[in-house]
């Protein structure tokens, strides 16, 4: 049986991959395990190389995974935005740039792309994948899988929101927008938004939100006072966290039950996308913060 032991010092990387390929904590969690279900029947050094062998099989098992989900997305209750991945504040080698590979708005737009396009675009930008282990996934030529990755890297520099890479920037605008809600200052929380911010509510039926893109400095301020005002419990307790790699906030009532975590796109000081999870389907793996 291979070992446990080379499973774990690549698990981290699996996950990583698998997230970005799936956007679905639940199918990262999934496709690792079933790598580590395929990788217990194999005979102890199968594969020259391990890192490689199982980056490839934990693809091909996401590929399957998002070309299924895709059907299921297309009938969801409003916007489908990625289940968020919230972690305490990042150690000192992680503070210089924001991670724009598993930041909301990108995986946003790698929904729109085709299952192959999104796997050769993750493995090769994100993982240095090369082109001839990727065609393996994809089923496809090298030079096929260059060209997919090339169309998906125009339409995702076409659609991707513009972002600003510095944390400290970001944060300041994070910590705005929250100290304006909570104080209620409408004036105070236009000044922070974009005159085209996009606000997306992702309630998966469950929850009520809004079922379409709310877009526009007024109309998004306008429509955060309204939910603070209509939803906000007095117990209700807010934290500033990573959320998928950069200052984000969630949001829990006093028994620590998750409500809701936002992922904030800015730029030049303002807040140019809000991707606000509230669907608890979505936010059951934050119980316990």
């Known amino acids: 049986m291979a070992s446990l032991e080379e499973f774990q010092t690549h698990r981290r990387r699996l996950w990583a991959v698998a997230y970005r390929l799936t956007g679905s904590v639940a199918d990262a969690d999934d496709a690792v395990q079933e790598a580590w279900l395929r990788w217990q029947r194999l005979p102890d050094d199968v594969a020259d190389d391990p890192g490689s062998y199982l980056t490839t099989v934990v693809s091909r098992i996401c590929l399957d995974l998002f070309t299924s989900a895709r059907a299921r997305r297309e009938t969801y209750a409003g916007p489908w935005l990625p289940e968020p991945v919230v972690t305490d ?17 990108l995986l946003f737009v790698l929904e729109r792309l085709t299952p192959a396009e999104r796997t050769a675009l993750v493995l090769h930008d994100v993982f240095s994948v090369p082109f001839q282990e990727i065609a393996e996934v994809v089923d496809r030529s090298p ?18 929101p513009r972002q600003t890479v510095d944390r400290g920037e970001h944060r300041r605008t994070v910590e705005a927008f929250l100290a304006a809600v909570v104080g209620g200052e409408l004036a105070d929380l236009m000044e922070v938004l974009d005159p085209a911010v996009v606000w ?11 079922r379409l893109p709310v877009v526009g400095r007024e109309k998004v301020a306008r429509y955060v006072a309204n939910v603070v005002r209509t939803f906000a419990p007095d ?3 807010m934290l500033l966290r990573e959320v998928n790699g950069a200052p984000g906030a969630v949001f829990l009532t006093g028994d620590g039950e998750p409500l809701g975590a936002l992922a904030f796109t800015v730029h030049e000081g303002r807040i140019t996308d809000v991707a606000a999870v509230v669907n608890p389907d979505k936010l059951s793996h934050l119980q316990g913060m």
């Not at 998906?152 to 659609?159: I, N, P, Q």
């Open 89 to 105: 504040e990042p150690g000192p080698e992680e503070q210089a740039a924001l991670d724009e590979s598993v930041g909301m708005a």
């Open 143 to 160: 030079e096929s899988v260059r060209q997919l990755a090339s169309r998906a890297r125009k339409r995702v520099r076409a659609e991707a």
């Open 200 to 210: 997306r509510s992702d309630g998966g039926g469950r929850i009520t939100a809004a």
């Open 235 to 237: 117990s209700m307790r």
